[in-house]
């Protein structure tokens, strides 16, 4: 079987077990998977020794092959078992290939900010609400595995003091705090980070009264990139859950949905609705919307319009201040070409923490709700974005597939340039190996 080495409160575990879930629900995952909870000891001496890494999600393949970063083990999956696809077909469907591919970005890269913010500002000390004793049990649980409650926390506890200072995080923001300040979340900038994430969880609101999934009636890669933020950090921790199920009630379900775990009344995907024939026999049908399908002729919905537009209209600016900072620092003096970038962190990455930071030359000017502000360059953005320009190439190199992105890129301000992926990289590419990044 593979093995899933992942945490329940852990971002980008919630994204790839759902995938793994779906996969094997749908017969699609040759042997099926383990959800294995990663303990301390696994990390130390069984994940960090096989992919250089001790972050989760990893996967270990039946053949013994790992695999570290959520897009990649999503991509890897989906080479070996391409029955049920997530991604629409670049030809054929190419608006909305190419949607599910920028969702996954924008959950991804974009949406972490606010989630993070939820979940610690919640914690800080003096809050009301807090959800710091929940975040102490969920940590617990794999920081003391098998210990009973009171050591659990008490873990919790000890390790939110020691990692993230969690006592004085506002004068000496340590960890997890220091990653908001370095992705440029901050008393300034937290109120309209919020916003930008309520404005967003209002447009799927309404896109999920119409439709069960982003595309339609069937997952893709945009719903199972969403549900990084919206399930671990939105949906399980206390206060922001509150706030979600009483606000967004159509996005909940969604999660619930998605996660696809105990969800029979948010009507998991493959699961029937049942009516009575005339004989009194159980009548099927599917239980999704949209006859179980993505929308027909490479729709995409009206209400799917909007989200694809926050893309555009926040994320993309920042991509573009980002790239230009970037591409200043792999052709300036302080850099060899080939060498080693920042990492994959919530935070300045050990070693780069003076060019990640203050006005650091891997640090850039952006702006968030009308306030200007300042962030760390995150390398493996651009990663991200070489992996959407190699997706791309079918759909460009088709004639009535690059007419018809063209007409629909056209629609939203800066669209057209991601016909020109190779020109907006060029000089800021990055290659991945495992969990470290190297400029090209």
Same mark, same amino acid.
């Given at each position: 079987?593979?093995?899933?080495? /992942?945490?329940?409160?852990?971002?980008?575990?919630?994204?790839?077990?759902?995938?793994?879930?779906? &996969?094997?629900?749908?017969?699609?995952?040759?042997?099926?998977?383990?959800?294995?909870?990663?303990?301390?000891?696994?990390?130390?001496?069984?994940?960090?020794? &096989?992919?250089?890494?001790?972050?989760?999600?990893?996967?270990?393949?039946?053949?013994?092959?790992?695999?570290?970063?959520?897009?990649?083990?999503?991509?890897?999956?989906?080479?070996?078992?391409?029955?049920?696809?997530?991604?629409?077909?670049?030809?054929?469907?190419?608006?909305?290939? =190419?949607?599910?591919?920028?969702?996954?970005?924008?959950?991804?890269?974009?949406?972490?900010?606010?989630?993070?913010?939820?979940?610690?500002?919640?914690?800080?000390?003096?809050?009301?609400? /807090?959800?710091?004793?929940?975040?102490?049990?969920?940590?617990?649980?794999?920081?003391?595995?098998?210990?009973?409650?009171?050591?659990?926390?008490?873990?919790?506890?000890?390790?939110?003091?020691?990692?993230?200072?969690?006592?004085?995080?506002?004068?000496?923001? &340590?960890?997890?705090?220091?990653?908001?300040?370095?992705?440029?979340?901050?008393?300034?900038?937290?109120?309209?980070?919020?916003?930008?994430?309520?404005?967003?969880?209002?447009? =799927?609101?309404?896109?999920?009264?119409?439709?069960?999934?982003?595309?339609?009636?069937?997952?893709?890669?945009?719903?199972?990139?969403?549900?990084?933020?919206?399930?671990?950090?939105?949906?399980?921790?206390?206060?922001?859950?509150?706030?979600?199920?009483?606000?967004?009630?159509?996005?909940?379900?969604?999660?619930?949905?998605?996660?696809?775990?105990?969800?029979?009344?948010?009507?998991?995907?493959?699961?029937?609705?049942?009516?009575?024939?005339? !004989?009194?026999?159980?009548?099927?049908?599917?239980? /999704?919307?949209?006859?179980?399908?993505? =929308?027909?002729?490479?729709?995409?919905?009206?209400?799917?319009?909007?989200?694809?537009?926050?893309? *555009?209209?926040?994320?993309?600016?920042? =991509?573009?201040?980002?790239?230009?900072?970037?591409?200043?620092?792999?052709?300036?003096?302080?850099?060899?070409?080939?060498?080693?970038?920042?990492?994959?962190?919530?935070?300045?990455?050990?070693?780069?923490?003076?060019?990640?930071?203050?006005?650091?030359?891997?640090?850039?000017?952006?702006?968030?709700?009308?306030?200007?502000?300042?962030?760390?360059?995150?390398?493996?953005?651009?990663?991200?974005?070489?992996?959407?320009?190699?997706?791309?190439?079918?759909?460009?190199?088709?004639?009535?597939?690059?007419?018809?992105?063209?007409?629909?890129?056209?629609?939203?301000?800066?669209?057209?340039?991601? *016909?020109?992926? !190779?020109?907006?990289?060029?000089?800021?590419?990055?290659? &991945?190996?495992?969990?470290?990044?190297?400029?090209?």
């Amino acid at each position: 079987m593979y093995r899933l080495y /992942s945490w329940e409160h852990s971002y980008f575990s919630g994204k790839v077990r759902a995938y793994l879930r779906f &996969k094997q629900r749908m017969g699609a995952l040759g042997p099926g998977f383990e959800d294995i909870l990663a303990t301390p000891d696994l990390l130390a001496g069984l994940l960090a020794r &096989k992919s250089g890494s001790g972050a989760v999600p990893q996967l270990e393949a039946p053949d013994g092959t790992w695999v570290q970063d959520s897009s990649e083990i999503l991509d890897a999956c989906e080479a070996a078992h391409p029955d049920w696809p997530i991604v629409p077909d670049a030809v054929s469907r190419p608006r909305q290939h =190419l949607a599910a591919y920028l969702i996954e970005l924008l959950a991804d890269e974009w949406l972490v900010v606010p989630a993070f913010w939820q979940r610690w500002f919640f914690s800080e000390n003096g809050r009301e609400p /807090s959800h710091r004793a929940f975040n102490e049990q969920q940590w617990g649980a794999f920081l003391a595995a098998g210990q009973d409650g009171h050591a659990r926390r008490a873990a919790g506890a000890g390790f939110f003091e020691a990692a993230f200072g969690i006592s004085d995080t506002r004068r000496h923001p &340590k960890g997890v705090y220091a990653g908001l300040v370095h992705l440029g979340c901050d008393a300034r900038t937290e109120r309209a980070w919020q916003a930008s994430q309520h404005r967003l969880l209002g447009l =799927l609101e309404a896109h999920f009264a119409r439709h069960d999934f982003v595309l339609g009636g069937r997952p893709s890669l945009a719903d199972f990139g969403l549900l990084g933020p919206l399930y671990a950090h939105l949906y399980r921790d206390a206060v922001a859950g509150f706030a979600l199920r009483t606000h967004f009630p159509l996005v909940t379900e969604w999660v619930e949905r998605t996660n696809g775990e105990g969800a029979l009344n948010a009507r998991t995907f493959g699961q029937k609705l049942y009516s009575l024939g005339a !004989d009194g026999e159980l009548v099927a049908r599917p239980a /999704s919307s949209d006859g179980a399908e993505w =929308l027909a002729d490479d729709a995409i919905a009206p209400t799917l319009e909007p989200i694809l537009a926050t893309f *555009f209209g926040e994320m993309w600016p920042v =991509l573009v201040r980002a790239r230009d900072a970037l591409r200043e620092f792999v052709a300036g003096p302080d850099h060899a070409r080939g060498g080693e970038l920042p990492g994959k962190t919530f935070f300045a990455t050990p070693g780069f923490e003076a060019l990640q930071t203050g006005d650091g030359a891997l640090t850039h000017a952006f702006e968030i709700g009308g306030i200007a502000a300042r962030r760390m360059v995150v390398p493996y953005q651009f990663w991200m974005l070489g992996r959407i320009e190699r997706a791309l190439a079918p759909s460009l190199a088709d004639p009535a597939a690059r007419r018809s992105l063209g007409a629909w890129l056209g629609g939203f301000q800066g669209g057209e340039a991601l *016909f020109d992926l !190779d020109g907006f990289l060029e000089g800021c590419r990055v290659r &991945k190996e495992e969990a470290r990044l190297w400029s090209e």
